[in-house]
T-cell receptor
């Protein structure tokens, strides 16, 4: 069965600093991986996805993630944090078993950005 | 292009009552999935509907049920509400096989 683990429930960075949010996955088939962002009292917005092809994936708002099969990781990075990046971030893997395409989410990482 | 919409935004129910939540999918998306997000947790898959049929279900009891209509909109019904049903309920729509799910803003349900 597919699963994801997000290391660190809270991450704090200064504005302008590197953002690194960690995600490790477990999958019995080649994984489809996603990062979503959730702002307070809102739904989820897709940041980026990896399905096949290039392992470095670029998303919206300057975020990118690298799929590393050998490390079963899909960490999310942004070179320079902005105050508006403060939100909850969820890593997810697509479970495509039994003809159902559902997302399995991690527990989330809350990103705080300090001025 | 209209995104995924959900109604109501918030509601408060009493334990034992029944509730219906509604979702309109993004234009052209014929697959709708429902997720429950408890406070401080990631979303948990409830079930998925495709062409008006349930197309997979997560680990939720039968008192969680759903419908999908010919226009692809969907309802989530929860009977015999329990306190633990308090959560944000998210609807997501997608095209079959696209693997990208587009989420609505959610409905915040509080059970007292």
């Amino acid at each position: 069965a597919q699963s994801v683990t997000q290391l660190g429930s809270h991450v704090s960075v200064s504005e302008g600093a590197l953002v690194l949010l960690r995600c490790n996955y477990s999958s019995s088939v080649p994984p489809y991986l996603f990062w979503y962002v959730q702002y307070p009292n809102q739904g989820l917005q897709l940041l980026l996805k990896y399905t096949t092809g290039a392992t470095l994936v670029k998303g919206i708002n300057g975020f990118e993630a690298e799929f590393k099969k050998s490390e079963t990781s899909f960490h999310l990075t942004k070179p320079s944090a902005h105050m508006s990046d403060a939100a909850e971030y969820f890593c997810a893997v697509s479970d495509r078993s039994y003809n159902t395409d559902k997302l399995i989410f991690g527990t989330g990482t809350r990103l705080q950005v300090f001025p | 292009e209209t995104g995924v919409t959900q109604s109501p935004t918030h509601l408060i129910k009493t334990r034992g009552q029944q509730v219906t939540l509604r979702c309109s999918s993004q234009s052209g998306h014929n697959t709708v999935s429902w997720y429950q997000q408890a406070l401080g947790q990631g979303p948990q898959f409830i079930f998925q509907y495709y062409r008006e049929e349930e197309n997979g279900r997560g680990n939720f009891p039968p008192r969680f049920s759903g419908l999908q209509f010919p226009n692809y909109s969907s309802e989530l019904n929860v009977n015999a509400l329990e306190l633990d049903d308090s959560a944000l309920y998210l609807c997501a729509s997608s095209l079959p096989g696209s693997y990208e799910q587009y989420f609505g803003p959610g409905t915040r349900l509080t059970v007292t």
